[in-house]
């Protein structure tokens, strides 16, 4: 069996990306319910917002579902409460280290998978106890590392023992057969989620991927320190320019403050950062989470007949 079914009680080795502001409750059960791991995005929402999440989610599905916990987050000591309250079965980890929460979750059994970007951090986590973890390559939509997925991945299957899920590039069957040769044991997959009938961002959002080109999704704030990978647009054009004008880090960020928010709920195609990975040009329509899924799994199964998904 699948290391990453077996792991999590999942039918389908393929994790639903945690994207704050995108990944709630509709789209996490819809994923859940088609027998792969949905995911409520933690984002910087207080522990009110996420209870209400995992209220509506339960009562969407019977199947396992997790959290994912931006460590960056004012509220995460709040959170990390909330699931060992909620006993949520397993947490995803972003922007940081989980150390500091790893020996509580362990306690009551919550599986731990923390996404990160090189081999050294893999090592750690995997030191720390971490059940499996995500490598994260440049290619994905959202805040990013360097390394690509293509290289990462290989390399961090050699370093840890544990099981490796790569993210960032896939879309199709193809992606998934890819990773798995590779030595990925599952997948991750947040831009494709974007395109689904239970994805509740604004519409205009769902038209931006759809209408995007291969080169359309760039990184802003690399000199910042925080690189984010967005789809071209008035915004992330504008605050290009800021950095090539050497602006600082200050009026850089307060530019782009609440511009997510902004992008999900409003769909200010102007104003909006509409996270999206490299691979967004190759999604052409918008359909069922549970027609995402088994169309992939059956491209898969119909290129390596013999993958373990
Ligand atoms: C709109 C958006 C928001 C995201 N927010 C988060 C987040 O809050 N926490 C996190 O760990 N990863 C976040 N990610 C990364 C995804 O979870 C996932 O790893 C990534 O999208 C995979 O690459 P792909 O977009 O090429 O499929 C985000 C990605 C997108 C597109």
């Not at 044991?185 to 995007?212: A, P, W």
Request: with cysteine; aromatic share 2%; net charge neutral.
């Amino acid at each position: 069996m699948n290391k990453i079914c077996e792991l999590l009680n999942i039918k389908y080795p393929i994790v639903q990306g945690g994207m704050a502001w995108v990944a709630d409750a509709s789209l996490a059960s819809a994923v859940s319910n088609a027998g792969a791991l949905g995911l409520i995005a933690g984002g910087n929402a207080p522990k009110e917002i996420i209870k209400e999440e995992i209220r509506k989610c339960r009562e969407l599905t019977d199947k396992p579902f997790g959290v994912n916990v931006m460590l960056l987050s004012p509220f995460v000591d709040d959170i990390i409460d909330l699931i060992i309250e909620e006993k949520i079965p397993v947490i995803t980890t972003g922007a940081g280290n989980p150390a500091k929460y790893v020996d509580r979750l362990k306690e009551v059994g919550i599986k731990i998978i923390p996404v990160v970007p090189s081999i050294a951090l893999a090592r750690r986590m995997e030191k720390l106890g971490a059940d499996a973890v995500i490598v994260e390559g440049t290619e994905a939509g959202g805040h990013i590392g360097e390394l690509t997925t293509m290289v990462l991945t290989p390399q961090v299957v050699d370093a840890v023992n544990i099981p490796v899920i790569a993210a960032g590039g896939i879309a199709d069957g193809r992606g998934i057969v890819a990773t798995f040769a590779l030595g990925a044991s599952g997948v991750q997959i947040g831009t494709r989620f974007i395109c689904s009938d239970e994805c509740n961002v604004h519409e205009n959002y769902k038209n931006m991927v759809l209408k995007s080109k291969d080169r359309d999704a760039i990184v802003t704030g690399r000199t910042t320190g925080h690189p984010v990978r967005t789809l071209k647009n008035k915004l992330s054009k504008e605050i290009l320019n800021m950095e090539k004008e050497g602006q600082s880090t200050e009026e850089i960020d307060k530019r782009g403050i609440g511009s997510l928010r902004i992008a999900t709920i409003e769909g200010d195609v102007n104003n909006g950062s509409f996270m999206a990975g490299q691979i967004a040009s190759i999604i052409k329509d918008v359909k069922p989470c549970k027609e995402i899924i088994e169309e992939m799994v059956s491209q898969a199964k119909n290129i390596m007949p013999n993958i373990q998904l």
